[in-house]
């Protein structure tokens, strides 16, 4: 079973920078649209970002439009989140995740059906 991997979380200052990357060994990874997710403790997974198969058709999380950029690399079998502007309030586990076939695109959880472990984002005051 193809996994999906993030990196590239850390412990960061306010208004720093960050970039996330997802990768899978998955060969139709290509196929799927994609997203990015969050998870503070105590609360709900949030959506983050989204971008279909193509990569032309992107949605974004009230809270982080205009600070995030979500991207893909279909050669390299990659999506990326680049994260500037962080705030406080951005800690969470980070989590790519791949849509449901079965499902409309759309940045709901439950209409994904495959997720990374996550990545660590810190952001200190």
């Known amino acids: 079973q193809a996994q999906l991997v993030e990196s590239g979380g850390g412990l960061v200052q306010a208004g720093d920078s960050l970039r996330l990357s997802c990768t899978t060994s998955?060969?139709?990874?290509?196929?799927?649209?994609m997203g990015w997710f969050r998870q503070a403790p105590g609360r709900e997974r949030e959506f983050v970002a989204t971008?279909?198969?193509?990569?032309?058709?992107?949605q974004y999380g009230d809270v982080v439009q205009g600070r995030f950029r979500i991207s893909r690399d279909n050669a390299k079998n990659t999506l990326y989140l680049q994260m500037s502007g962080l705030k406080p309030e951005d800690t969470a586990v980070y989590l790519c995740?791949?849509?449901?076939?079965?499902?409309?695109?759309?940045?709901?959880?439950?209409?994904?059906?495959?997720w990374g472990q996550g990545t660590q984002v810190t952001v200190s005051s």
């Open positions: 998955a060969r139709t990874f290509g196929n799927y649209n």
């Open positions: 971008i279909n198969w193509r990569g032309e058709g992107i």
């Open positions: 995740a791949k849509q449901s076939v079965h499902a409309r695109w759309g940045t709901l959880p439950e209409e994904y059906d495959r």
